[in-house]
Structures are given as structure tokens and as C-alpha cells.
């Protein structure tokens, strides 16, 4: 996101948006891909959570028995997250920095690092893969979603719908897939006010060469589709269930060459 600092009341609103268990959008399209890859959570794991926003990842985690370290640059999401500590303590630690510099955090001290669609809002996201790949252990994992970034290129793809007879047949028109580049949205806030933030889109195979590049690789993925929850709200579900919007990655940490494993 863009200067989030200056943007006063953006945190607060973001933090009522999310709540304790996400928007609706998170809640039932895009968390139960994060979750399905994040897995059984063992008790006493060190978990990241990078761009963690008010922490409402980290205190599903926290409350599974993980130890979570969250981190986002936003001081008025660090000042929320903390806040929903003294609704119920669950020993989160949370620091105002920015993913690509983690000198707070130890080599190979995190056993799992998640990213729910921060990466995509993170400007230096090849520094925060390489930084991530330093603090996680080896066999430990990086879990992360983003924008699907085939079919959901900010504000380059959009729906295309063709209604001949019978149900019609959806397309999703994408410009410009190949060029990493940085688009702004604009975000009505309840009191009238807007404001823009910043997203960025890396293609597909930059992901992957990053996390290589860093010392991960890919073991599996989601591309989650809506639940029933979803389904219910009614939000082009159709569409969604044939073109994913959204990707999750699993990646694990290899050991450093020369290692034992
Ligand atoms: C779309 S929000 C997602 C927040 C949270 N993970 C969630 O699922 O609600 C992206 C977050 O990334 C944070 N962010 C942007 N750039 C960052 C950076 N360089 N380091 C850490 N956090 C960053 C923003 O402040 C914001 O909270």
C-alpha cells in the first residue's frame, strides 16, 4: 500500500473492515486456500506473518498454539493489531517494519512465514522473499496468497461475458500480463473520504524464479474457489468457480547447499 502512515483514519478502517476474521471476500474465498496450505499448525511453532494488517491471521494461528511474530509498516495497523491484545492476550509480538528488512529476527528462526495478499502490496518483494528465506529454517515453509497473477492484473483484467443461448461462456480479458509494473485503486472510506493505495503485479514465473532465486521451492498451490459462504453473497460466483482470482503458494526452505538436509 502506498504511505499508509499519512493516510489518517485508513487503519481504522481497514481494521473494522477485516474484524477478527476477515471481510467477507477473505473470509470465504481467499483464507480457506491460505489455510489449506498452511495445515495442521503443531503446537509451539514461530510463525511471520509479513503484512499482517490488524493481525487477524495472526491470532487465528496464535489461538492454535503457534508463537507469531507480526510485522507490517503501517504504525496505525501495528497500534490496532496490538490493541486487540487487550481483548484476548495471546502473546503476538508486533513490529512496525518493513518485510524486507527483518534485522529483528534471528537466521533460521521462524519454522513457517505467511504473507495473506501482502506481497502484491509490498514494493520490494523480491528483498522481503530473500529476507524470509534467511529467517525461516530449513524444511520450514512460506506460505503466502496473492492476486491470481494470470487472471487478476489489477486494473488491466476484467470480466468478459458472451450470452448466446444456454448459460453464457466468461472470459477474463488480461493486458499487459508480462510487464511488473504498479497500478493505484481507490478505496471509498465510510466518511466520504478516499484514498489510493498501490499494488503491484509480478507475472507468474517471477514468483517462482524469486523463491528459487532465494533458496525456496514451490510444493504445492491453491487457486481458491468460493465457498458456500461465498456463494451465498452471490458475488459472480459463476464466474469465479471457471477463473480464479486468487493464488496460494506453498514454499518450502531448502537446506543451504552443502548441508545436511
Ligand atoms: C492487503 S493488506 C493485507 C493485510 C493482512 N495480511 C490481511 O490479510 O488483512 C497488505 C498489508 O501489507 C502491508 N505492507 C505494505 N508494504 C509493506 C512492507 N514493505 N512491509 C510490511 N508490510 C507492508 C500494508 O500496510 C497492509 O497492511
Redesign the pocket.
Known sequence: ?TD?ERIDGFGAW?DEK?GDS??LW?RTL??PGLFARIGPVPRGIRVL?????????ARRLARLGARVVG????PE?IERARAWQGTEPLDIVYHR????HLSFLSDQSIDLAV????L?????ASG?IRETARVVVPGGRFVF?ISHPCFDVDTRSGWLVEVTVGPPTVFRKVARYQEPHSDSYRWALPDGRSVR?VGYHRPLAWYVKQLRTAGFIVVDAEEPGPSIEFVGHRMKREWIEQIPLHLVIEARREPAQGTPG
Not at 517494519?97 to 524486507?100: R, S, T
Not at 504473507?115 to 501482502?118: C, E, G, L, V
Open positions: 500500500m499508509p481497514y477485516q476477515g471481510d477473505h481467499i483464507d506473518d509479513l503484512g499482517c494488517g490488524n493481525g487477524y491471521i510485522v507490517d509498516t503501517s495497523l517494519a518493513d518485510a524486507a504473507a495473506n495478499m501482502s502484491v502490496d509490498i514494493e520490494n522481503t496468497s493505495t
